[in-house]
């Protein structure tokens, strides 16, 4: 009888973690970026909390939506997938908007994912979105976001 109200207990709590941290993330600012002729819908994860959060839970993201993580200065910035349902690729981005490196990432794993060189910003698509788009490292984001290089 207690491991049965233990799992319930841990289903619910985890049910409620997911439920938050969904309604936390709706209320994003979004930005529009260029990437070549394409535009990304992106929304801006750019407190501790929001960052860590990122797009865990969800079971679906629009083709053309993102996620884009600011970081107060460059750093090499390092990404795992506990708690994220879908497969995503994410393009680390220097000041500037240079992809730096793309790095594929499985879901629900915990993985860590790397920039090879210092980056302010990370930005996370569906998994094959820059390869259909033929978007690589080397590649330009434009946008507010990289107008000012810091």
């Known amino acids: ?27 994003l600012q979004r930005v529009r970026i260029a990437a070549g002729m394409y535009q990304i819908d992106a929304q801006v994860a750019q407190t ?26 460059p750093a090499t910035q390092c990404f795992w997938m506990k708690n994220t349902l879908l497969p995503l690729t994410a393009a680390f981005v220097a000041d500037d908007g240079r992809i730096v490196n793309l790095v594929d990432m499985q879901p629900m794993t915990e993985e860590s994912h790397c920039s090879k060189e210092p980056v302010r910003y990370v ?23 990289f107008a000012h290089p810091r």
């Open 1 to 27: 009888m207690f491991l049965r109200f233990f799992s319930l207990l841990a289903l619910s709590v985890s049910f409620a973690a997911s439920a938050h941290a969904q309604e936390a993330q709706s209320q």
């Open 48 to 73: 501790p909390r929001q960052r860590e959060i990122g797009l865990m839970f969800r079971k679906e993201m629009p083709q053309a939506e993102g996620m884009i993580f600011v970081f107060e200065q």
């Open 123 to 145: 930005l996370e698509m569906n998994q094959g979105w820059f390869a259909k788009k033929n978007i690589k490292a080397g590649s330009k984001l434009g946008g507010e976001l």
